[in-house]
């Protein structure tokens, strides 16, 4: 059972745009950043998407992140095959002293 | 280029001991706070700990399921993480990611954040 709620499953359709949610609580989401990892099959996570809405260098733009309140979501645009991947998002929680993840959502690109 | 190469893990017996190691390079490893993540197989991530560095005060924070068996430390002159991991559990098994932390800077402080990750390292946990 993860601190941070994610759909299991999300799919879209080539071009099309995806929202992934992730739902908290005041210890973690409402009071701090959230992060976004991408994980190909196979592959280590990699940074997505830092400080809510911040993208590291080398991500495209079609990746954005959003925050209100104790909510935060990822919408991915112009949907590619090869972003077909699992996502989760993390936060740090004070009330845990820890980092939380979501259970993660894998996208399926039709 | 940053670089985390995890090395250590293996098959060990339910009580078992394991020592992994991250090797670092690429960015000046005595400043940085390190992490470790682990993922059950076909689970999700899951965080296991983190140590600041000597100069934040290299205090160290663990998750509860491993708090008490789990110990990280660092040796900032061969720029390598470790993890100890005492009276391992079958649910101990998984993927141990060894992690780098970004910062950045706003109006109320510092935020840091678990940006790099190296390859990981497999444990399993059986008899």
């Known amino acids: 059972q993860s601190v941070l709620t994610q759909p299991p499953s999300a799919s879209g359709t080539p071009g099309q745009r995806v929202t992934i949610s992730c739902s908290g609580s005041?210890?973690?989401?409402?009071?701090?950043?959230v992060y976004w990892y991408q994980q190909l099959p196979g592959t280590a996570p990699k940074l997505l998407i830092y400080?809510?809405?911040q993208r590291p260098s080398g991500v495209p733009d079609r990746f954005s992140g959003s925050k209100s309140g104790t909510s935060a979501s990822l919408a991915i645009s112009g949907l590619r095959s090869e972003d077909e991947a699992d996502y989760y998002c993390?936060?740090?929680?004070?009330?845990?002293?820890?980092?939380?993840f979501g259970g993660g959502t894998k996208l399926t690109v039709l | 280029e940053v670089q985390l190469v995890e090395s250590g893990g293996g098959l060990v017996k339910p009580g078992g001991s394991l020592r992994l190691s991250c090797a670092a390079s690429g960015f000046t490893f005595n400043n940085a706070w390190m992490t470790w993540v682990r993922q059950a197989p076909g689970k999700g991530l899951e965080w296991v700990g983190r140590i600041k560095s000597k100069i934040d005060g290299g205090t160290t924070d663990y998750a509860a399921p491993v708090k008490g068996r789990f110990s990280i430390s660092r040796d900032d002159s061969k720029n390598t993480l470790y993890l100890q991991m005492n009276s391992l559990k079958t649910e101990d098994t998984a993927v141990y990611y060894c992690?780098?932390?970004?910062?950045?800077?706003?109006?109320?402080?510092?935020?840091?954040?678990?940006?790099?990750w190296g390859k990981g390292t497999t444990v399993t946990v059986s008899s």
């Open positions: 005041n210890s973690n989401i409402g009071s701090n950043y």
């Open positions: 993390a936060t740090w929680d004070d009330s845990l002293s820890g980092w939380v």
């Open positions: 400080r809510s809405n």
């Open positions: 992690i780098t932390y970004g910062s950045g800077s706003y109006a109320g402080g510092y935020y840091y954040y678990m940006d790099v």
